[in-house]
């Protein structure tokens, strides 16, 4: 079966469940193979797709010995650091935050809850709650771990990540103009403002494919993309908890792993998806407007990712 008659018989599964699916691609290599558009090709945000680029801006930060993933957030921001700061707080470094593994209580506040109107400095909330796990050994999503790994950045570059990034991925990428929305203070919003159309997805898609590479030049250190995209966490919990079937098989820096050893993922709220399969040369891009992301995941890899 083509890609694209994969890419139909999706598109018409989701028609059928009231599934709210904008746009679907399939590259094989730096082919597009399969494609469906329902609206025109705008720039959308992507939620939590925005991880997997600060992921890679670590790794570019890395290789430019701007931070170093074993330094402890303390010593970055003692600013931040309160009086009576527990242990576990003094022992979080930059990858506990990549692995989601920093020991906070719970999710803390996310982009669309009512603590993200009303509370102005975001880091300074991130210090000051309770830590309760010792780093490294639970994992737990928190949109906070992203930002704290951004802002370090931030901090030793001496400018936003977005322009940090912009000559070091995004233009590399073909992605002009990007978009990337900020916190009170004037921070990036690193765990999910970034906004990209289809196409800008697809080409992210393919750089993941590349372990860091595009249109042969290499944008994110190729060893670092192995260790992002390799078994770090076990965060199985994610599949219990939300009942995922295509999810809880590891975690990486900011990166999802999917079944059975054959790729990894980026992957964003209401049904976004950048997937790359290397053991097939594939990436298959994804973006919804649908409350019922796990439905739309499901099948995603039950007619897509399963199937080409």
């Not at 957030?73 to 527990?86: C, H, L, N, R, T």
């Not at 802002?151 to 991925?169: H, S």
Request: proline content about 3%.
């Amino acid at each position: 079966m083509s890609d694209q008659s994969l890419v139909d018989d999706f598109i018409r599964k989701t028609f059928s469940e009231k599934l709210c699916v904008n746009h679907v691609q399939i590259h094989r290599g730096n082919d597009l193979t399969a494609h469906y558009d329902r609206l025109q090709r705008l720039r959308l945000p992507v939620y939590s797709i925005s991880k997997g680029v600060t992921s890679c801006a670590a790794g570019i930060a890395e290789a430019e010995n701007l931070i170093d993933l074993n330094e402890k957030i303390v010593d970055i921001f003692p600013e931040y650091v309160p009086d009576d700061a527990g242990e576990y707080l003094k022992e979080v470094t930059l990858k506990h935050c990549l692995t989601m593994s920093a020991g906070q209580n719970g999710r803390l506040f996310m982009n669309d809850s009512y603590e993200s109107h009303t509370v102005k400095d975001w880091v300074g909330y991130f210090f000051n709650s309770d830590f309760v796990n010792k780093p490294g050994t639970k994992w737990e999503y928190c949109n906070f771990n992203t930002l704290i790994v951004s802002c370090a950045i931030e901090k030793r570059a001496g400018t936003t990540l977005l322009e940090y990034l912009r000559d070091r991925f995004f233009e590399p990428l073909e992605i002009g103009n990007p978009e990337w929305r900020t916190i009170p203070t004037g921070q990036t919003n690193a765990g999910g403002g970034l906004l990209l159309n289809i196409d800008d997805l697809s080409r992210y898609a393919q750089l993941l494919l590349g372990f860091g590479s595009f249109m042969g030049k290499q944008i994110v250190p190729s060893d670092y993309m192995r260790r992002a995209s390799s078994f770090q966490i076990d965060n199985s919990s994610l599949m219990a908890d939300d009942n995922r079937k295509y999810s809880g098989y590891g975690y990486g820096y900011q990166f999802l792993l999917d079944p059975d050893d054959d790729g990894y993922r980026s992957e964003g709220a209401y049904g976004q998806f950048a997937i790359a399969i290397p053991s097939k040369e594939t990436v298959i891009s994804v973006m919804s407007l649908e409350g019922n992301q796990r439905r739309v995941g499901t099948l995603v890899f039950e007619m897509l990712v399963d199937r080409v």
